[in-house]
């Protein structure tokens, strides 16, 4: 097959996916882009709100949202809470946590990277996308599991538009976040606390985490146009061979 065909197919394959994608709803992790900005600027998926007493998260498989628990104490998010679509937590966020506490166990927790959204705006329901500017993170380990809350600013929010880095969030915002995520895993009559916070990082460090979280997204998933690609061409053929054998029979 000559370049110019292989391009007009691969051309034709790229638009059958992307009008694909005005027929049925993609999936909030693999099928959202990240956006052309990141990782100065980020898409979010929100799953869970401060009016929230419930915690909810994707379900995996399907794309929903799902009930995952019932808060068991009275804390609540402070701020609109999600996921980095195409992000994953993997062996290179793992090395970077393993690096800066100077342990080697660390492992990636598996799931995408976790956001925080600081806006003076009342969000009223998750299960949406929002635009938001990292300015820095929580380095979080659960268990022996890296997972680290990106801390956002909601693109052009009208109050906190001048917040550029983690040193311009008021402290006891800072700290009204650091209890949740201490204790939100936490279970009553449990005497060890489950996670703790080894690190407040800034900008530049919330970028490096969001990187590293798109390459073992990409290491772990590959390129889902080319996968699906490659499925759709397998199962072409095997209707094709399907259609041969019938015939044959007949």
Same mark, same amino acid.
């Given at each position: ?18 009008? *694909?994608?005005? =027929? ?13 900005? %990141? ?12 009016? @929230? +007493?419930?915690?909810? &998260?994707? @379900? ?16 609540? #998010?402070? *701020? ?33 990277? @976790?956001?925080?959204?600081? +806006? !003076? ?17 929580? =380095?979080?380990?659960?268990? @022996?599991?890296?997972?680290?809350? #990106? ?6 929010? !009208?109050?906190? %538009?001048?917040? /550029? ?5 008021? &402290? ?9 995520? $201490? ?24 970028? !490096? ?14 390129? $889902?146009?080319? =996968?699906? +690609?490659?499925?759709?061409? !397998? *199962? ?8 041969? *054998?019938?015939?044959?029979? /007949?």
């Amino acid at each position: 097959m000559s370049y110019y065909k292989w391009k007009c197919k691969l051309e034709s394959l790229n638009e059958f996916w992307q009008l *694909a994608g005005l =027929r049925f709803k993609s999936h909030p992790w693999h099928g959202i882009n990240i956006g052309p900005e %990141a990782p100065e600027v980020v898409a979010a998926f929100i799953e869970v709100l401060p009016s @929230d +007493t419930l915690k909810y &998260e994707i @379900d995996k498989e399907s794309g929903y949202l799902k009930l995952d628990r019932p808060q068991k104490f009275s804390n609540i #998010i402070p *701020a609109p809470y999600g996921f980095i679509p195409q992000t994953y937590c993997g062996k290179l966020v793992a090395q970077l946590c393993n690096e800066r506490n100077n342990r080697r166990d660390i492992l990636g927790d598996g799931d995408p990277l @976790d956001i925080c959204v600081l +806006t !003076e705006r009342n969000i009223v329901h998750g299960n949406l996308l929002l635009q938001c500017r990292p300015i820095g993170g929580f =380095r979080m380990i659960d268990g @022996d599991e890296a997972d680290d809350k #990106i801390i956002a600013v909601l693109r052009q929010d !009208e109050v906190y %538009a001048g917040w /550029k880095d983690i040193e311009d969030v008021p &402290e006891a915002l800072i700290n009204r976040l650091k209890h949740y995520f $201490l204790t939100y895993k936490d279970m009553p009559g449990q005497l060890k606390q489950k996670c703790l916070i080894s690190h407040i990082y800034g900008r530049d460090e919330a970028y !490096e985490v969001i990187e590293r979280s798109r390459k073992d997204y990409k290491n772990k998933f590959g390129k $889902l146009e080319n =996968r699906l +690609t490659v499925a759709a061409m !397998e *199962a072409i053929n095997l209707g094709q061979e399907i259609s041969k *054998a019938r015939s044959k029979k /007949k």
